[in-house]
């Protein structure tokens, strides 16, 4: 008969073919995706440049509430042949945009308790203005585009699928054409 | 346990592989199967809505598809006209929600 079988548990959604990284040399661009705690001071290290006046570090952390709704815990999925191309993408605009001397983008997969680490990003450039710029535009490119999804489990036994597009940065609804 | 097909398995049985995340996996309820090869792209939305009713509308609609790592744009003639063949590996890219 056709029935079909469920495949089983696919590489990109088991947790030991994680870290995976992506580095580019030349633009000294550094790309992770990882089921383990993140550390920032590693993000710092990999942008660090003695040509660097300005080294600007972000840190997404998993919030406890979503609307007043209390959140027990946040978990993320990737599909990383396609997240890789537009971290990397994502980055190399930065680098040409505001002349960077490095980028480092990590992101967490998997259950994240309350009040960690799910992204980080670092960014170094010759003066603060670049690379103060520069790190916001890598973080909004990010949520906007990179294939990686948060699901909110609540309190209250519910959860839910996030899509960035709903919010904006401040976290207020956007409201769609026609709704 | 299963092991993970390799590519000649995948070719053997004459299939593709697809695999779903975020609200789209919610709907069908698995991350990923393997569904018969060769496949108009054109026919996959059906394909699936015929298997899981209603998701054309509450899932689809807002998302993006990719075959073998590149975006495609099933509404678009030049790329619906291609074929999905046995052992690709086909996503379905719900709106993302990193961060």
């Known amino acids: 008969m056709t029935t079909q079988e469920a495949a089983p548990l696919p590489a990109h959604l088991d947790p030991t073919t994680y870290p995976r990284t992506q580095h580019n040399a030349e633009q000294n661009i550094h790309l992770t995706l990882t089921y383990t705690p993140l550390d920032p001071t590693i993000s710092l290290s990999q942008t660090a440049s003695p040509a660097a006046g300005a080294n600007v570090l972000f840190l997404g952390t998993t919030r406890d509430t979503f609307d007043g709704r209390a959140v027990s815990q946040l978990s993320y999925t990737a599909y990383p042949p396609l997240a890789f191309k537009t971290l990397a993408g994502i980055a190399e605009a930065a680098v040409a945009t505001h002349q960077l001397l490095g980028v480092s983008i990590a992101h967490r997969l998997g259950t994240v308790p309350i009040g960690e680490a799910s992204i980080t990003i670092a960014v170094s450039a010759g003066h603060r203005a670049a690379a103060w710029r520069a790190g916001e535009e890598v973080l909004e490119a990010c949520k906007a585009k990179a294939e990686i999804w948060k699901r909110e489990e609540f309190v209250d036994g519910g959860m839910e699928w996030r899509a960035n597009a709903d919010r904006d940065s401040e976290g207020n609804l956007v409201k769609k054409e026609g709704s | ?99």
Do not use: N, W
């Open chain 2, 1 to 99: 346990m299963a092991s993970i097909p390799t590519p000649q398995e995948t070719q053997q049985s004459g299939t593709f592989t697809i695999h779903y995340f975020a609200s789209a996996a919610q709907y069908t309820t698995k991350d990923s199967e393997r569904l018969p090869a060769p496949l108009p792209l054109a026919r996959l939305f059906a394909l699936l809505e015929s298997r899981y009713p209603g998701i054309q509308e509450k899932v689809l609609c807002s998302c993006g598809v990719s075959v073998e790592g590149e975006y495609v744009d099933v509404g678009d003639d030049a790329d619906a006209r291609r074929e999905i063949h046995v052992g690709e590996e086909v996503a379905v890219i719900p709106p993302v929600s990193s961060g």
